[in-house]
Structures are given as C-alpha cells and as structure tokens.
C-alpha cells in the first residue's frame, strides 16, 4: 500500500492531490458530483469583498487543447458566502481552502478574516487571475504580491498559499517575495494569458478579447516555474497546477519539485477524474518500488 500523506511544510495532507479554484464551485455545492475523499483538499471560488459580477458573456470557449475563459471571478461577495456555505464545510469529505482576491492587500486582508471565521483549513490568495479589469495582476510584482501576503499574514494563523503567474517575469523573484512576506506554500501556477478568434463571427471568443487559458498545453509552462522555484528555493514548499489529467502528470510534478498537484481543467470534462488519477498515481508507484508519495518530490535530476 502506498502511502499518500504529503505536507506542504507543516501542513499535513491525506493526499497530494488538490481541486483547483474556480473548477469545484464552492466545494460542498460540488459533493454530489465530484470525488472529493481522493483528495488532500479542494479549494473553493475565489471570493472578493463585495460581489463581483464578473464578465459579459462569451466567458469560456473550448480550444483544440484546453480552453479559454473571461469569467472575471464572479462572486456573491464574502458576507453573502459565509451566510451561504460557512455553516456547510464541516460536512465536506476533504479539507476545504477559502481563496481570497482583492483589489489592494487590506481587502485580501478583510476577506481572509471571513473565510477563517467560516472554518476553512487554509487560505489560498489568488494574486494571478489573468482577466480582471481592476489593473495589473499583483503577482507580476514581487513588492506588490509580498505586501498582500504581509497584511493577510497579520490577520490569520491559517496556513497561507499564495497562487501566482506563469506571466511573471521573474518567477523566482515572486515566489521568493511571497515566502518572505509569509506564505507558506505557493501555487505554480494559475492560467497564461491567451485569446482566439471565432473566424465565422470575426469576433474574439471572449467578451473581453484576451482571458486565461488552461489544459493539457499549460503543463509544460507550469511545469518550468516548479522546476525552477525548486532549484532556487528547495525549502519552499510547491503546489503544481496546469494541465493535469493522468496520474503520470502528478508524478511528473512531484518529480520536479511540487509537494502537492492541483487538477483543475479536468473537472470539467471528468468531474470524477480525481479517484482515476490517484489509482494511477499509486500503480506507478508499485511499479517503481515507491512506497511513500512524499518520497517522489524533487526526484528528478539534472542532466
């Protein structure tokens, strides 16, 4: 038997397996459909101050591989959250992370304190969603994603995830910023900024023209930040996120560096797809002589 237990510093999980943000819903409005007792946590919608009513319609639209969307994080705002699933969470079959976004570090700040009081397990502050009009992402600015860090820090002992960009110029930079503000773990990494046109109507297939783009094509991207956040900072520990569907893909990241993998697309079209993964993740390790998943992180070597 292979044990799954992995922890991202001293945050322990029963596996290394994550549902990515804005891909489960709230989590528990999701039980029924998705198998969340496969993993280690499921982290919910991100969640502002006030509602967000997010952006026009077309917002998602298929790719040959992958997809893009401009939802612009629509959310009832987090008073209207808490009085919704607060009360909920305790019932999920895994642990439950709030994620908080903002305009400026006091705003991350008040959310945090709402979703804490809810009883999440952990804080995941997306400092990178790719379509918001609100103006530059704070994650392409170590200064700016630090000082967000900084006040959330000072408003909770929960452990601290901080989601970044594969946008950034200086990957390291951010993530080395984020650590010293106090995150305890960062998430590599959100979507990439991307477009298409739609060449029957001439028009983009957003609204807004440019959005995230996630799936399959994703992984190589997301898989280079890991890599080289590892290299530069082995002590901080790494959630991967991108293009994952198999569970060689989740071993492909713990390899590089990652202590825990995020599926997010996959939802979509499987959203059971976490207890197949897992399954597979355990046959390689068999196959392998693995017995520990914790045992795969940073595994692979340099040529």
């Not at 939802?267 to 399954?279: L, Q, S, T, V, Y």
């Amino acid at each position: 038997m292979t044990d799954l237990n992995v922890r991202l510093g001293s945050h322990v999980m029963q596996s290394p397996l994550v549902a990515a943000s804005g891909t489960v819903g709230s989590v528990v409005d999701c039980a029924d459909v998705s198998a969340f007792d496969v993993y280690g946590a499921a982290v919910a919608k991100s969640v502002s101050r006030e509602p967000w009513p997010g952006q026009p319609a077309p917002r998602l639209a298929p790719i040959a591989v992958g997809m893009l969307n401009g939802i612009g994080i629509q959310n009832p705002g987090i008073d209207a959250w808490v009085e919704q699933y607060g009360s909920r969470l305790a019932g999920a079959p895994t642990q439950v992370w709030g994620s908080a976004v903002g305009n400026d570090p006091a705003e991350f700040a008040e959310v945090t304190e709402g979703l804490a009081a809810a009883g999440v397990a952990a804080i995941e502050l997306n400092l990178s969603c790719p379509n918001l009009e609100q103006g530059r992402m704070f994650a392409l600015d170590a200064s700016a994603a630090a000082a967000v860090v900084a006040a959330v820090r000072e408003t909770t002992t929960l452990p601290v995830g901080a989601k970044l960009s594969p946008n950034a110029e200086d990957i390291v930079a951010v993530a080395d910023a984020v650590a010293t503000g106090g995150a305890d773990w960062v998430v590599l990494t959100n979507s990439v900024w991307g477009m298409a046109i739609d060449v029957e109507k001439r028009r983009p297939v957003l609204s807004r023209g440019v959005g995230g783009y996630s799936g399959l094509a994703l992984k190589p991207i997301a898989m280079r930040c890991v890599w080289e956040v590892h290299e530069a900072l082995p002590g901080l520990p790494i959630v991967g996120c991108g293009g994952v569907r198999t569970g060689s893909d989740v071993a492909e990241y713990l390899l590089a560096g990652a202590s825990a993998v995020m599926i997010g697309t996959a939802h979509f079209a499987e959203p059971r797809c976490g207890a197949r993964i897992i399954g597979e993740l355990a046959r390689y390790c068999r196959r392998h002589g693995v017995t520990a998943v914790a045992d795969l992180v940073g595994g692979a070597a340099a040529w």
